[in-house]
């Protein structure tokens, strides 16, 4: 039983096979897909494709590269198609300085509405951060004194996506109620940083994601990543915590169905924020 938290198989990479891919992802064992939007057309997409899976479910978002043009139509549109049925989350969304393709303003702009908006709508967030470690933890923080007066206690605010910060900043976000997503370059053989938070954190905090078509695990590294390569991400977190990969599968779904309201993955699992880290 898995479940790749974050994958984008709407794009446009994936026409000419998308139904083999999803079908070898089942075949591999990934039981739902969290399918995640980036600007406006993305978002869309997501949707249309996940209204027509049963076991695909949808974000919804403006990435921090588009920051810039997230006007009040596009924020009403955005917001519109939030109320969509299938839709589980607001994102991904957050701040970019590596490539800085919107002002900074911009995107700190966007990412205070879109998180707005995900309050209002009781829907946990899907955050990208890339050299802005303290400027999104920073406007987290703020966040989780907004949110929490309202927000169901023993459920996620939402997920630090393709984390790349360091244990200590990991176990920082756990604390104000951030899952923690890791990647396929868990697998890669220089990543010291997200080895040491895919083996240290607790398992309750851990999504698990391929970027498709982004980052494909060392094995197809260059190559267009799938959901079917969950496993090979998997496998090495059971690697490194000496864990069986059943046990890691099933609590990592567990606990992405538990931050998504996925309903039927696994079994429920409760954990107040503030209850110390295990």
Not at 42 to 70: C, I, M, N, Q, T
Not at 127 to 156: C, G, M
Not at 168 to 189: K, V
Not at 231 to 251: H, K, P, Y
Request: hydrophobic share 40%; proline share 6%; with cysteine.
């Amino acid at each position: 039983m898995l479940v790749d938290s974050h994958c984008h198989i709407q794009d446009p990479e994936f026409d000419a096979d998308r139904d083999e891919v999803l079908d070898r992802a089942r075949k591999a064992g990934v039981s739902a897909f969290v399918v995640i939007g980036t600007d406006m057309e993305s978002s869309w997409r997501a949707v249309d494709l996940a209204d027509s899976h049963s076991d695909v479910y949808a974000a919804v978002g403006v990435h921090p590269h588009s920051a810039k043009e997230l006007d009040n139509r596009t924020l009403g549109a955005l917001e519109r198609l939030a109320d969509s049925p299938k839709v589980v989350a607001v994102g991904e969304i957050g701040l970019d300085y590596y490539r800085m393709l919107s002002p900074p303003e911009a995107q700190q702009d966007a990412f205070r509405q879109q998180l707005e908006l995900a309050r209002r709508r009781s829907l946990p967030v899907v955050i990208h951060s890339r050299q802005a470690d303290e400027e999104t933890f920073n406007v987290l923080t703020s966040y989780e004194e907004q949110a929490l007066p309202d927000w169901p206690k023993d459920r996620p605010l939402g997920v630090m996506h393709c984390f790349a910060g360091d244990l200590m900043l990991a176990l920082r976000y756990i604390q104000i109620g951030f899952m923690l997503s890791i990647p396929g370059t868990c697998t890669y053989p220089k990543a010291q940083l997200i080895c040491a938070v895919a083996g240290g954190i607790p398992l309750r905090w851990m999504a698990v994601e391929t970027d498709a078509p982004y980052l494909a695990p060392q094995a197809h590294r260059r190559k267009r990543n799938e959901p079917a390569y969950l496993l090979e991400t998997v496998s090495r977190i059971a690697e490194l915590r000496g864990d069986d990969f059943q046990n890691v599968a099933s609590r990592t779904a567990t606990s992405t169905a538990w931050l998504f309201g996925l309903g039927d993955i696994g079994e429920p699992v409760s954990l107040e924020r503030g209850e110390e880290i295990k």
